[in-house]
């Protein structure tokens, strides 16, 4: 932002030196105080937040904070306790895990004849695997079994293509690409 208080003074006022340097001044702390008012509106939203915001929702929320995790995967989980609210049921559970994993990259079944819930959580959402058991243990019946696991990618998906196919990737590339993961 460019700002220029000087132009507001009275012409025989501006030219004198001291109020030159007084504006000069003024405007480096209106353009701190821009700066400031700006982080400030970003971190009204959970999306756009910063690591101190994100940080003091944590603090508040009793989040442990994982040193690995990047600021994309904090204010997911953030934004995941923002969206588990009541009522506790499957299409709120899966809203939840679609905030906090992807859309796609998680896999959730419930079996309620025999008291159990399944997720699998793809490579690519892997170091929210201990959230993700934690989100549902708190969301789901005190009598249903809760079973969170990593869905990992399958030799079988491998056994008909051959090597040539293959070497345009490196075995990264394929730990987490999401095609070669179970859908």
Known sequence: MNVDTEQYLPLHIAEIEEFKKITKTYDEYLKLAWQSLKREELNRVLATMDETEC????KLLNIAINPVDSLEDRVNRIRGYHVSDLPYTFNKLDEVLKVVCGVDNYKLK????KYLVDCGVKLVSIPMIEVVADLIRKRVPANMLVNV???FNRWERFKTMQWSELTTGTWNSFYSDKRWQEV
């Open 110 to 113: 419930v079996d309620n004849s």
């Open 55 to 58: 940080e003091q929702w944590e």
């Open 149 to 151: 696991y990593a869905l």
